[in-house]
Nanobody, 123 residues
Framework: QVQLVESGGGLVQAGGSLRLSCAAS??????????MGWYRQAPGKQRELVAG???????NYADSVKGRFTISRDNAKNTVYLQMNSLKPEDTSVYYC???????????????WGQGTQVTVSS
């Protein structure tokens, strides 16, 4: 069983910064964590990709956050980070961590989600 635990959300003024963290863990079987990323969902809107990172560090970003957000990961800790700078009110959303986990015993893959963390940017 895979668990993703997020932290780092909160309330910040426009122009400020926040750093989100997501630690992946597994029990019962050994997993590898391949692609990881952050999504967000605002009330009444669809969940959207914010940033993604592969196991070898290739990144991609939504156009709306390019130049302001940076995704990174620590493979030894199975943790992915999202550094958010120059935050805008429109960044207000619940942010979800996502990981593609591969169970090593049979190579079955699972799409895993964290519980979400609220980010609120005041104007």
């Amino acid at each position: 069983q895979v668990q993703l635990v997020e932290s780092g959300g909160g309330l910040v003024q426009a122009g400020g910064s926040l750093r989100l963290s997501c630690a992946a863990s597994a029990s019962g079987s050994i997993f590898s964590f391949n692609d990881m990323g952050w999504y967000r969902q605002a009330p009444g809107k669809q969940r959207e990709l914010v940033a993604g990172i592969t196991s070898v560090g290739i990144t991609n970003y939504a156009d709306s956050v390019k130049g302001r957000f940076t995704i990174s990961r620590d493979n030894a800790k199975n943790t992915v980070y999202l550094q958010m700078n120059s935050l805008k009110p429109e960044d207000t959303s619940v942010y979800y961590c996502n990981a593609r986990a591969r169970r090593l015993i049979d190579l079955r893959e699972y799409d895993c989600w964290g519980q979400g963390t609220q980010v609120t940017v005041s104007s």
